[in-house]
């Protein structure tokens, strides 16, 4: 899977000359990248307040974050445990940029969700490409995310009776019985499957059941 063009990384890093050289090691292989100075800096971006009870909604572009540790403010990982809970840190990868210091609190983000972290002085190379694994990974996701919120539009369309009818109909209950249980005739289950599958985009009942299936 090739990435979009508007596939972003973004360095929060308080040092100038780690924001210049990764973003310049960045344009070297043709990645976008936008750079912020401090935690505050990359929420203000993301018109984000700093308060963790707040909603926020979701990216729709792919991306990564690459996330000093240590920072003045707030910290990269106070920051990335405020992003992890409001969903953006899963759509947005985090590899955090550590030095050797820092590194047991890098590889414990790492269990808690942080996509990788990189021990400063890092391989370029080799930075690069988990970069591109990231935002791969957030491809994916966002691609994911978008294909389940167009199916849970498609489940809101449905009537409280389509509802009953397709739960029987994805057991595989023929039509029969379903206007037994329902106390309906034949000819109404057999109107409400017809407008069950046209409303969820399906053919068969097979297919209804294999796309409920992916639902999360």
């Known amino acids: 899977m090739p990435l979009t063009f508007d596939s972003t990384v973004y360095i929060v890093d ?4 780690v924001r210049e050289g990764m973003a310049w090691l960045l344009r070297t292989r043709r990645l976008l990248s936008e750079s912020y100075d401090s935690a505050e800096a990359f929420l203000d971006m993301l018109q984000q307040p700093t308060d963790a009870a707040r909603a926020t909604p979701l990216p729709q572009h792919a991306g990564c974050i690459l996330l000093d540790v240590r920072m003045p403010g707030m910290s990269g990982l106070a920051l990335f445990e405020l992003l992890q ?4 840190a899963q759509a947005w990868p985090v590899i955090f940029l550590t030095g050797h210091a820092d590194v047991p609190t890098a590889v414990d983000s790492v269990k808690r969700g942080a996509f990788d972290f990189c021990e400063k002085p890092f391989s370029d190379n080799a930075l690069v490409d988990r970069i591109e694994q990231a935002l791969l990974l957030s491809q994916e996701r966002l691609k994911a995310r978008s294909q389940q919120d167009f199916l849970q539009s498609r489940l809101g369309e449905l009537t409280e009776r389509e509802r009953d009818v397709m739960r029987l109909v994805v057991e595989g209950v023929p039509n029969k019985l379903i206007a037994d249980q329902l106390d309906i005739s034949v ?13 969820m985009e ?6 209804l059941a ?5 639902l999360t």
């Open 85 to 88: 809970s409001r969903g953006i």
């Open 210 to 214: 294999n796309l409920l299936r992916t």
């Open 14 to 17: 308080d040092d100038i000359s």
């Open 187 to 199: 000819r109404t289950v057999e109107v409400h499957r017809s407008r069950i599958f046209e409303k």
């Open 202 to 207: 399906v053919k068969s009942a097979v297919e």
